[in-house]
């Protein structure tokens, strides 16, 4: 039997991505993404990161090929003389 191409479903392999959570100044939290540039937001830490995830799985099915490489991800100390 042959398999018509264009059934196919298109599959992105499973990743481990980036979600930097950040507290909003109104309450609840701003999620980005920096491997896509996504980003969204959620009264509470698992539903903004519950949320990112949604936002980034769409915007990936839509452009599955935005991401370039995984984001190494760095604290750094800094202190500011006032």
Do not use: C, H, W
Not at 61 to 73: H, M, V
């Amino acid at each position: 039997m042959m398999v018509d191409e264009t059934q196919k479903a298109y599959s992105i392999p499973p990743m481990k991505l980036t979600a930097i959570l950040t507290p909003a100044p109104e309450g609840g939290f701003v999620a980005y993404n920096p491997e896509t540039g996504t980003s969204s937001q959620g009264e509470t830490e698992s539903e903004a990161l519950s949320n990112i995830r949604e936002a980034t799985e769409l915007f990936l099915e839509e452009f599955p090929d935005a991401i370039k490489s995984q984001s190494i991800t760095k604290t750094f100390e800094l202190t500011l003389n006032a």
